[in-house]
């Protein structure tokens, strides 16, 4: 099994969804001991916003790159070889208000794109990622997953759905939440820890 692990805080060994992914990653390399993991820390080597050079690079054939167009599109390339390379994909998804950091979303604009991970249909998107299961370690300060807070989560809504449209379908959710809330803090990790189920 290969496993992808994404890291989206800045926040090092410090980080809760990194912890958090870890565990996931740790128990993933129980179950299968041969497992190879890569780890890809989106905030050591942020993907660029794109720019009018990089969708020029994406709509144009490669073979009709000009060397700036073929710089360009290297990250997009890249980061969907890891991608497709992956059977399992494993996110860490610090809450950044109400929705995922601009590293995450950075690498989401790389690796979504018309003719490689998806394709225009008749019945609109159509995904072209199979075969791929994708874990999701949320942190958050706030309590989402109920409550009166539930509506303000873009995260789990959102990555669903992006991950939906191309093809993924298998998307398990583990969040350690509450990380800035008395009486809920002192437990949330261990809490989330407890919960995976792989
Ligand atoms: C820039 C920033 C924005 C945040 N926005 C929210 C938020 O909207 N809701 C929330 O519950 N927590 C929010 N937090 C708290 C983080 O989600 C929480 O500290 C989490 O543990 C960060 O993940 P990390 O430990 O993996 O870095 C925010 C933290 C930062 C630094």
Redesign the pocket.
């Known amino acids: 099994m290969k496993i992808l692990h994404l890291i989206s805080?800045?926040?090092g060994n410090?980080?809760?969804?990194?912890?958090?992914g870890n565990a996931i990653v740790e128990r993933l390399q129980a179950k299968e001991p041969d497992s190879v993991v890569t780890v890809h820390d989106l905030t050591s080597t942020p993907f660029p916003h794109l720019e009018e050079v990089h969708l020029t690079s994406f709509f144009t054939p490669a073979e009709q790159h000009s060397p700036e167009l073929a710089t360009a599109v290297k990250h997009s390339d890249e980061a969907i070889a890891e991608l497709m390379d992956a059977d399992v994909i494993v996110i860490?998804a610090?809450?950044?208000?109400?929705?995922i950091?601009s590293t995450l979303k950075a690498w989401l604009d790389h690796i979504i794109r018309a003719g490689k991970t998806f394709r225009y249909s008749e019945k609109g998107p159509e995904g072209l990622v199979h075969n791929k299961k994708v874990y999701l370690a949320i942190?958050?300060?706030?309590?989402?997953s109920e409550g009166p807070?539930k509506g303000?989560d873009f995260i789990e809504p959102y990555l669903k759905s992006v991950f939906g449209m191309l093809g993924v379908s298998d998307v398990t959710v583990y969040r350690?939440?509450g990380?800035?809330v008395p009486g809920v803090l002192e437990h949330a990790f261990e809490k989330a820890v407890e919960s995976i189920a792989v």
């Open positions: 805080s800045p926040r410090a980080s809760v969804s990194r912890k958090l860490d610090p809450m950044y208000n109400f929705s950091p942190s958050s300060g706030g309590i989402y807070m303000y350690a939440e990380l800035k």
